[in-house]
Nanobody
Framework: QVQLVESGGGLVQAGGSLRLSCVTSGRIFSLNAMGWYRQAPGKQRELVASITGSGSTKYADSVKGRFTISRDNAKTTVYLQMNSLNPEDTAVYYC??????????????WGQGTQVTVSS
């Protein structure tokens, strides 16, 4: 019943910025945490950033100070503002939702993903 749809990916030069959006359709009950994951070719999927229903955020060390996760007032859309992009950020980015377990997102619902490519 619940679906997540990402948008905003594309090609950008190193040092540039992109803003990803994840629109939620349907209601999410008890799955009050959301986040962004990414997966580059030949690498494992990793958590980039997460946000709880109360607005608390966490970031991977590699993106701290460069990326910002946020949610709109209606809590229907989550965003990922990405600044100072570098080629190592190239990956497919996935929106996810799930419960908070010990303060950490446990994803159970996934979007289809959006490609982010940062040129050298």
């Amino acid at each position: 019943q619940v679906q997540l749809v990402e948008s905003g990916g594309g090609l950008v030069q190193a040092g540039g910025s992109l803003r990803l959006s994840c629109v939620t359709s349907g209601r999410i009950f008890s799955l009050n945490a959301m986040g962004w994951y990414r997966q580059a070719p030949g690498k494992q999927r990793e958590l980039v950033a997460s946000i709880t229903g109360s607005g608390s955020t966490k970031y991977a060390d590699s993106v701290k100070g460069r990326f910002t996760i946020s949610r709109d007032n209606a809590k229907t859309t989550v965003y990922l503002q990405m600044n100072s992009l570098n080629p190592e950020d190239t990956a497919v980015y996935y929106c996810a939702a799930g419960p908070s377990v010990a303060g950490t997102l446990a994803p159970v619902i996934w979007g289809q993903g959006t490609q982010v490519t940062v040129s050298s």
